[in-house]
């Protein structure tokens, strides 16, 4: 069974930066699309980025100019790099990987908190 573990979040100041990473407990093959998605209390989780196998990306309107998703085929590792953070940002973060065979494997999540 494969698990995504990720790690990275925590509380963080408004204006802050974190990055996030996110690695497959073992290789993933014919993987696709890496992304991350989160979901604050009260809300539906939500796509916050995602990133094809040939390196296209796509952002939420929200996070754009500030997030930037990133990923290491070799490793299956997907990375979501958080600059400017605000508390609208604070949310509990997945990851999320989808295969060609269709195979969808999510992460546990991690705590991103953004406040002073």
């Known amino acids: 069974q494969v698990q995504l573990v990720e790690s990275g979040g925590g509380l963080v100041q408004p204006g802050g930066s974190l990055r996030l990473s996110c690695a497959a407990s073992r290789m993933i093959y014919r993987v696709n699309a890496m992304g991350w998605y989160r979901q604050a209390p009260g809300n539906q989780r939500e796509l916050v980025a995602d990133?094809?196998?040939?390196?296209?990306?796509n952002y939420a309107d929200s996070v754009k100019g500030r997030f930037t998703i990133s990923r290491d085929n070799a490793k299956n590792t997907v990375y979501l790099q958080m600059n400017s953070l605000n508390p609208e940002d604070t949310a509990v973060y997945y990851c999320?990987?989808?295969?060609?065979?269709?195979?969808?494997?999510w992460g546990q999540g991690t705590q991103v908190t953004v406040s002073s």
């Open positions: 999320r990987v989808l295969t060609y065979i269709k195979e969808v494997y």
């Open positions: 990133i094809s196998s040939g390196g296209s990306t």
